[in-house]
């Protein structure tokens, strides 16, 4: 007889296995080797930057004081009596109407305040002795790159779990970070179910199909941050499929299927949970696609029993295992970054459950818009090449237009949401 089931909400859903996150692991990778890695820990400033005042131009070092009386009618002149560029130190002390001829990211030399830009003053040479004048005031400061101007020693500069990017390569090789912390990279087990399913090289024939969600969830895991273990393709036959999983389950903390999760004949993942003796946290979310999403616990490790159609596997990893992995990754903002967009077609007819509708978002004078990237029913796979969001339409008795203000998810953003339910 059919098992009826009960669809919970989407947030319920996320809550539920929210509760069973893995904490993330620290490894150490050397900083050429990070770009591209997630931080574990919060970059702090372990100096500050500068750590000495300097020259932000090429010029002449003063003293502001000596500079007061200089204007248009008035030359001052100063003697010249050190020569840096960046790396050098002055031993001098400069003294009233003395300046040093310094390059941009030398240290300030003792006794000085402001640079003089090359291009206001006038060099010359009295007796073999260089000298230079102004005819302008310079106030205390001007031309200084002050110690501590770019980063305060102790300040929190980047927060874990954050990509790292170029300018974040900067900043660990400015503090000496010769070897980051960085999130271990979570591994996910991967089976696809499907007596149906052809090898990628295999020929078409009557009935069968060639395995797409394999590749495809492989490059989301990476996406979000994962390492995949593919263990391959399964017929859709109880006692291999549930020996497979068993075995995978002592390799893997996370172990996502594909197929097999609906209420079909040969339909295998509910009984193999029940023969495992896995805690199933739901099997049907009010939405579409990927309402048959299943996620079960067994000794502490998370199965993602994602659907077989294509856009509903997509649809339920990024809501649902995309979380995991990036709570793994040490992220406090591990769901979809949510914003709203105008909605580019209308959608007139209802539904009851919340659709997440693959879609391009775009910028178009100044505002995000969205329309859909392709079909909108789960078995499409042709929709998810140009998504880079979800367009999200609440499910209810309406339905929306052209125009409508929408939020949309963001399958390409980095900088995520707390909790977008
Ligand atoms: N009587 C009912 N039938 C169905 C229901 C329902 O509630 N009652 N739910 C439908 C919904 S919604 C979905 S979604 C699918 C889910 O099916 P399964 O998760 O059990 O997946 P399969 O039956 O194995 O396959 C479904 C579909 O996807 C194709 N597929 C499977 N694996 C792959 C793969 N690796 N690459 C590409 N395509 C794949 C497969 O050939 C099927 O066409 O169930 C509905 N039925
Ligand atoms: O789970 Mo099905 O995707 O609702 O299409
Ligand atoms: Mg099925």
Known sequence: MLERRNPISIGEAVKQIMKHQISG?????????????????????????????RAPYDGFAVRSIDTLEASQSNPVEF??????????VSSKLVGENQAVRIMTGAMMPNGTDAVVMFEVAKDYEKNGIPYMSIKRQINKGTNVSFIGEDAKQGEVLVEKGTLI??????MLATFGYKEVPVAKKPLIGLFATGTELLE?????????IRNSNSYMIAAQIERAGGTVHYYGKLPDEFDTCFKAVKDA?????????????????????????????????????AMRPGSVTTV???DGKILFGLSGNPSA????????TRPIIRTQLFSNQPHLRKEKALLEVDFPKANPFTRFVRSATFIDEGRLKSTPSGLDKSNIIMSLAGANSLMILPGGTRGFMAGNEVEVLLLEDQVGSVWPW
Do not use: W
Request: proline residues 4%; contains cysteine; hydrophobic residues 40%.
């Open 25 to 53: 692991v620290t490894e150490y990778v050397s900083i050429s080797e990070s770009y591209g890695r997630y931080l574990s820990e919060d970059l702090i400033a372990t100096s500050n930057v500068p750590h000495f005042d």
């Open 313 to 320: 596997c997509y649809v339920g990893f990024e809501l649902f």
């Open 165 to 170: 990017n170029p300018g974040i390569q900067a």
């Open 296 to 298: 079960a616990i067994y």
């Open 249 to 285: 389950l002592s390799e893997v903390d996370i172990l996502i299927t594909t197929g097999g999760v609906s209420v079909g004949d040969f339909d295998y993942l509910p009984g193999i949970y029940k023969k495992l003796g896995a805690e199933v946290l739901f099997n049907k979310v």
């Open 79 to 88: 003697e010249v009596i050190d020569h840096i560029g960046a790396g050098m």
């Open 200 to 208: 990628v090289d295999e020929e078409l024939v009557p009935g069968k």
